[in-house]
């Protein structure tokens, strides 16, 4: 179905081509190349001497990454007593004791059950977890796991009741979701879409979870841009593609209706961040009266730091939810002429690959 989708998509292929590999089985997930890169530490170890470790282990995995990704044999690298996988695992541990998984920082221990601001405590609570077909045509059918919780606050988001604790959710365990994660795979979906609410502080668990995960697929991080630099750092080598939303401009929009301060500097600099890293397919909600203040120097900023062939979704589907109602520009849904200025702000920039 992926094939047919994006068949004549020259653009597409490209600049997700790793990423289609890893689908076809040509090329082996981060997560499984990981699993090879040995790693030389304690669990007792200090945080900061872990990330000296860590800063070590991302320089080999992108070295054996290219040496299996060009024609060495992966079977041929043996399993170390204790991976860089192992390692991102240990160091996520130690941030639930202090967590700084979001661009907020709000430094709850999560270890002692506390709740930080996404409503996230020590134990993994899952929303559902099915085969999506309303994803961008590249990634369905999507093995998809919505987690409860959000670090932002938009009043108009449309998963409130996942990202506002609103439903009632179902504890996993690594080994579970590990299990839920092969038979995604085995029923033919060509990847793992982690999303919510927002992925973001489940990371710990992710990582874990895939350290028991034994078939090959792709890993989707579908976030909304705001974690922090460590988080960035863990991503690495973990993340295929990175499937992240760009919701605001420079401007307040994001402290104002989201309750997300520095936005758009944390954005930017993810942004970067997935495009040394991973493949980069990035989501643009155009928003009612917010085309000048958001949508224009989100697309002059991805054409000019991120490339003009960088995949982009300009997505039309904005609708109000939750508590839009609060702001008066987003009571209402987009207007074809807002449509056509979006697309010509895209073409603009310079932007190809919509």
């Not at 430094?107 to 999506?132: P, Q, T, W, Y």
């Not at 606050?153 to 080994?175: D, F, G, L, Y």
């Not at 922090?228 to 863990?234: D, G, K, N």
Request: proline share 4%; glycine share 4%.
């Amino acid at each position: 179905m992926w094939r047919t989708a994006i068949s004549g998509d020259e653009l597409a292929k490209k600049s997700l081509a790793r990423y289609f590999a890893t689908v076809q089985n040509k090329k082996m997930a981060k997560f499984i190349i990981a699993k090879k890169i040995s790693a030389e530490f304690e669990n007792n170890d200090s945080l900061e001497a872990l990330w000296k470790q860590h800063t070590q282990c991302t320089k080999e995995f992108l070295k054996v990454e290219r040496q299996i990704d060009t024609g060495m044999d992966f079977n041929a690298v043996p399993l170390p007593k204790k991976s860089y996988l192992d390692l991102k695992i240990t160091i996520a541990n130690k941030i639930l004791e202090c967590c700084h998984f979001c661009s907020r920082r709000c430094s709850v221990n999560r270890l002692a059950d506390r709740l930080g601001f996404c409503g996230c405590g020590k134990i993994m609570n899952v929303s559902s977890i099915f085969a999506h077909m309303g994803e961008e045509p590249e990634l369905v059918p999507s093995g998809t796991i919505f987690t409860m919780g959000c670090t932002m606050r938009c009043r108009h988001c449309q998963n409130w009741t996942i990202s506002q604790w609103k439903e009632a959710p179902m504890e996993s365990t690594p080994e579970e979701l590990a299990r839920e994660v092969e038979n995604l795979r085995l029923e033919g979906c060509i990847n793992v879409n982690l999303v919510g609410g927002e992925p973001t502080p489940w990371l710990k668990h992710w990582l874990e979870t895939f350290k028991h995960v034994d078939v090959n697929v792709p890993v989707v991080w579908n976030s909304n841009s705001y974690y922090s630099q460590e988080t960035a750092q863990l991503l690495a080598g973990f993340a295929d593609i990175y499937l992240l939303d760009f919701k605001y401009g420079p401007g307040d929009c994001a402290e104002r209706i989201s309750d997300a301060p520095n936005y758009w500097k944390m954005c930017t600099r993810n942004h970067l961040e997935a495009k040394k890293y991973g493949e980069l397919l990035v989501r643009i909600l155009v928003l009612p009266s917010h085309l000048d203040c958001c949508t224009k120097p989100i697309m002059q900023w991805i054409a000019e730091n991120l490339g003009v062939e960088t995949r982009v979704n300009v997505m039309f589907q904005y609708r109000p939810e939750w508590r839009a109602y609060e702001f008066p520009e987003l009571s209402r849904r987009l207007t074809k002429a807002e449509m056509k200025k979006a697309l010509r702000l895209a073409k603009q920039a310079g932007l190809k690959n919509l």
